[in-house]
């Protein structure tokens, strides 16, 4: 029996033409029996997310998938909220053969696993509890360059929080089920406050480095409800996306990883690291851990 290897990726942005070809250019040999995680942030543009699912496809036997909140944009008046978007991504998804529920890996191998989706939203801080925010010397607290406050559009009269509430509970028949074998969770949004920050951060050093002094990305970063039903679930590791950071910290066991393609530019000037050899080696059914 073949080995089976886990790669982690997200943020693909593939709206960006580098990033396309960034895609395409990935081999169509090395990953024929292998498993890629996407933890969003493809594509708002439907069509285009269809296209790199078909791409990845090609080159990996598996795709699963969570969107993250460029999935759930909405920028044209098909849909009149973004649950209902979401429903469709579920679609495109299900139609393109993209796993979005928990399945077990590797049956038979010597370090099977369980691969496990989680849904879930940001908490901002004025919104309740849960949020992951740190307060941010001079901030823009209404967030007018967060495109989210344009594109996203919820049916209840709540806010982000009532979101967060409606994607969690969709993880609770997930939470339920037993799993026999180590699991890899994952997610688009942070679980935890530290995933923010580098190991050794240095604040004065950040300030210098700021590019965007204004913008605090901890109001809109994740939130700890996501953090609790990891522990429930007794992840081994946990993938995550959403802040253009790639990072691997281990946290009171949990190995937390990310591995982002980002914008071009993040590439370009330093800010995302690691990408050039393709998407992250996380697991191998016959070694175990591999991310080390
Ligand atoms: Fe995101």
Not at 155 to 178: D, H, I, V
Request: aromatic letters at 12%; proline letters at 6%.
């Amino acid at each position: 029996m073949t080995a089976v290897r886990i790669f982690a990726l997200s943020d693909l942005h593939v709206d960006n033409l580098p990033n396309r070809k960034w895609v395409e250019q990935l081999s169509r040999q090395d990953y024929r029996e292998d498993l890629l995680i996407i933890a969003g942030d493809v594509s708002d543009d439907l069509t285009m997310l269809e296209r790199i699912f078909r791409q990845l496809r090609e080159r990996f036997a598996r795709l699963a998938f969570v969107p993250g909140n460029h999935e759930l944009w909405i920028r044209q008046n098909r849909f009149t909220h973004s649950l209902e978007k979401w429903e469709r991504v579920q679609e495109v998804c299900q139609q393109n053969g993209v796993l979005v529920k928990p399945f077990k890996i590797g049956e038979g191998d010597s370090h099977p696993v369980w691969v496990v989706p989680l849904f879930s939203w940001y908490i901002r801080p004025e919104e309740g509890e849960g949020s992951l925010f740190l307060p941010k010397p001079g901030e823009d607290q209404s967030l007018r360059m967060w495109a989210d406050n344009y594109y996203i559009r919820w049916p209840f009269a709540g806010n982000g929080a009532e979101a967060a509430r409606y994607f969690l509970r969709m993880n609770e028949t997930t939470l339920k089920q037993s799993y026999d074998a180590p699991v890899i969770s994952f997610s688009h949004f942070l679980p935890r406050q530290e995933l923010m920050f580098p190991p050794n951060f240095d604040p004065t050093e950040a300030r210098k480095r700021d590019r965007y002094p204004s913008f605090n990305f901890s109001r809109v970063a994740g939130c700890i409800q996501l953090e609790r039903q990891i522990r429930l679930l007794g992840s081994l590791v946990h993938i995550y996306g959403h802040q253009h950071r790639n990072r691997h910290r281990l946290l009171e066991g949990v190995h937390y990883l990310s591995h982002c393609l980002g914008y071009p530019a993040e590439r370009e000037n330093g800010q995302i690291e690691g990408i050039e050899q393709g998407p992250r080696l996380v697991w191998d059914t016959s070694r175990g851990f591999a991310a080390l």
